[in-house]
Nanobody, 120 residues
Framework: QVQLVESGGGLVQAGGSLRLSCAAS????????MGWYRQAPGKQRELVAT???????NYADSVKGRFTISRDNAKNTVYLQMNSLKAEDTAVYYC??????????????WGKGTLVTVSI
């Protein structure tokens, strides 16, 4: 099993910044992708950004140029630096981990989420 614990959410004014962190523990395989998804009230959960253990990144168009995903493989931790926040970024942000390649197990591991609220 894999456990994911997010931190860093909160209330911020539009134009401000926040940094989310997600620490993974448990049976983590070396080839994996970690990432962030978000779910706003009344909407489906959507991809924000992902990063593989080798550093390949993928971003939603809506956050490109404003958000940066990074990770510390030694700490099994992924970060999301969010700048120039907009009201539409308000959502619960969930950390995700998938095992890849020879370790692919078909599982999506999720954290419990952290709330980000951007006020106008």
């Amino acid at each position: 099993q894999v456990q994911l614990v997010e931190s860093g959410g909160g209330l911020v004014q539009a134009g401000g910044s926040l940094r989310l962190s997600c620490a993974a523990s448990g049976s983590i395989k070396s080839i994996n992708a970690m990432g962030w998804y978000r779910q706003a009230p009344g909407k489906q959960r959507e991809l924000v950004a992902t990063i593989t253990n080798s550093g390949s990144t993928n971003y939603a168009d809506s956050v490109k140029g404003r958000f940066t995903i990074s990770r510390d493989n030694a700490k099994n931790t992924v970060y999301l630096q969010m700048n120039s926040l907009k009201a539409e970024d308000t959502a619960v942000y969930y950390c995700n981990l998938k095992h890849l390649g020879p370790f692919r197990d078909g599982m999506d591991y999720w954290g419990k989420g952290t709330l980000v609220t951007v006020s106008i």
